[in-house]
């Protein structure tokens, strides 16, 4: 899926703080939410490529990181606190979709959905009919290259962040990276004519 890198608005100091999260009443913690709800669900949304399925874990993460807030002791920010977790969240919710869609009987091929479009994109055809492709390609891709893809391209995380995010040794993030580029470019290269020129 492409988007266009939008620059993360700066977050106000409560979010980015370095107390515990336990430290925070309800007030503050509300606080915190409303910082980081958009970037957070930016970061689902890119992941998921589903809006729906990105305001779920959404919530998910921060009622999770209520429920367990005495966890946080304020080693990095909270902001970096949240995305870790809904990164957890994403990566169980998608084990669960993938056992149900093992265990779901095979949808007829012309029963596939239309992708939610970008409103942005969708004043152009062959721009609408480009950023179909992309995302096709970008969902054939393994799960941890598309992944890391996706982080390093649109979330804007270096490889060492993606490494510390998702666990993965510096290297495989690094080649995972590299090979999904490679592989974006090779499969998208029959549209390369409807590509903007920079």
């Known amino acids: ?14 979010a980015e703080a ?5 430290t925070l009443d309800r007030a503050e913690f509300r606080t915190v939410f409303e910082d980081q709800r958009q970037p957070l669900f930016r970061f689902l949304y890119r992941l998921t490529h589903n809006a729906s399925d990105a305001e779920d874990l959404l919530q998910e993460t921060f009622l999770a990181v209520w429920r367990k807030r005495d966890q946080f002791e304020g080693r990095g920010s909270v902001g970096g606190y949240l995305r870790s977790t809904a990164w957890r969240i994403y990566l169980n919710a998608r084990e669960r979709d993938e056992r149900r869609a093992a265990l779901a009987p095979k949808a007829a091929p012309d029963a596939e959905m239309p992708d939610e479009a970008d409103p942005v994109l969708e004043t152009s055809e062959s721009a ?3 950023l179909q492709r992309v995302r096709d390609e970008l969902g054939r891709l393994p799960d941890g290259a598309r992944e890391a893809f996706v982080l390093f391209r649109y979330e804007g995380l270096s490889c060492a962040e993606i490494s510390a995010l998702t666990g993965a040794p510096l290297k495989t993030v690094e080649s995972r990276v590299a090979r999904a580029t490679r592989q974006l470019a090779e499969r998208l290269r029959p549209y390369r004519h409807l590509m903007p020129s920079s």
């Open 128 to 130: 609408g009919f480009l």
């Open 1 to 14: 899926m492409v988007w266009a890198r939008q620059p993360a608005p700066a977050p106000p100091a409560a």
């Open 18 to 22: 370095t107390l515990p999260v336990s």
